[in-house]
C-alpha cells in the first residue's frame, strides 16, 4: 500500500515543482498506471518551471516509504513549509478527484472541486513566492515537518487501495475518513508556520489555511455523523 501512496505523491511532488486521480484494485491496477502515465506527463512539460529544482527529489517510484529531500531540515523553514504544503495539496487534489467519478453525493461532489478549485490556486501562489524568494534551489520537502507524515499515513492504508471496490454511501464515508485527518495535518503544518515562517505572506497564507480547512473539517464530520445513520 505505501508503493500505491508512492505512485500518487510521486505525481505530487512533480507538481510542486511545476506547479491530487482516481480508481484502484484488479481494475485498479489498470487506473495506476494510467495515473503514473498522466503523472510522467506532467512531470516532462513542467520540468523547467523551478531551474534546477528536482523533480522527483525525495519521492522515489517504488520505494518502500515517502522520504524527506536531501538536507531538506537543513533549508529555510520558509522553503521547507512551501515545498511541503504543495506535495500536501497534490495529495488533497488527487483524493478529492476521486469524489467527482465515484460519487453519486451532488453535496460531497461540490465540496471536492471546491478542494481542488481551492487548492490548485494555493499551490500556484506558494510556486510564484518560491520563485520569487528561492529560485534555483533544490527541493526541500520535509516529511518529518508537524502534521505531515501522519497526515499522509492515511493514503498509504488499505482504505486508498479499497477505494474501487466502493460505492454509494460507503464511498462517501471512506472517503470522508481519508480526507478528514489529511485536513488537519495541513491545519498542524499551518499553526506551527505562523510562529516559524519568516515572511508575512506565508503567515497570511497559513492562516487562511487554517480557518478554510477547519471549517471543512466541521462540515465533513456533520456529513459523516449524518450519513453514517
Not at 48 to 60: I, K, R, V, Y
Not at 106 to 132: G, V
Request: proline share 3%; hydrophobic share 40%; with cysteine.
Amino acid at each position: 500500500m505505501k508503493i500505491l501512496m508512492i505512485s500518487l505523491l510521486a505525481g505530487s511532488a512533480a507538481l510542486a515543482f511545476a506547479g491530487c486521480g482516481p480508481s484502484m484494485g484488479n481494475s485498479g491496477s489498470a487506473n495506476h498506471d494510467s495515473m503514473m502515465n498522466n503523472t510522467n506527463s506532467h512531470m516532462n512539460s513542467n520540468s523547467s518551471d523551478h531551474g534546477s529544482m528536482p523533480m522527483n527529489d525525495g519521492m522515489q517510484m517504488g520505494h518502500s516509504a515517502m522520504e524527506s529531500s536531501p538536507d531538506a531540515a537543513k533549508q529555510p523553514y520558509d522553503l521547507q513549509f512551501i515545498d511541503t504544503m504543495v506535495v500536501h495539496h497534490q495529495g488533497a487534489i488527487q483524493m478529492a478527484e476521486m469524489v467527482l467519478t465515484r460519487s453519486a453525493n451532488d453535496d460531497l461532489k461540490n465540496f471536492a472541486q471546491k478542494i481542488i478549485d481551492d487548492q490548485t490556486k494555493e499551490i500556484s501562489t506558494l510556486k510564484t513566492w518560491r520563485e520569487k524568494w528561492y529560485s534555483g534551489t533544490p527541493a526541500a520537502i520535509n516529511m518529518e515537518m508537524s502534521g505531515m507524515k501522519d497526515s499522509m499515513k492515511v493514503m498509504m492504508g488499505d482504505e486508498m487501495k479499497q477505494m474501487d471496490s466502493f460505492s454509494g454511501a460507503e464511498f462517501d464515508i471512506r472517503f470522508i475518513d481519508m480526507m478528514t485527518p489529511h485536513h488537519e495535518g495541513a491545519v498542524i503544518m499551518s499553526k506551527e508556520a505562523l510562529t516559524s515562517a519568516e515572511h508575512p505572506e506565508l503567515k497570511s497564507f497559513a492562516a487562511q489555511v487554517i480557518k478554510e480547512q477547519e471549517s471543512e473539517i466541521k462540515k465533513m464530520k456533520d456529513w459523516r455523523t449524518k450519513w453514517s445513520k
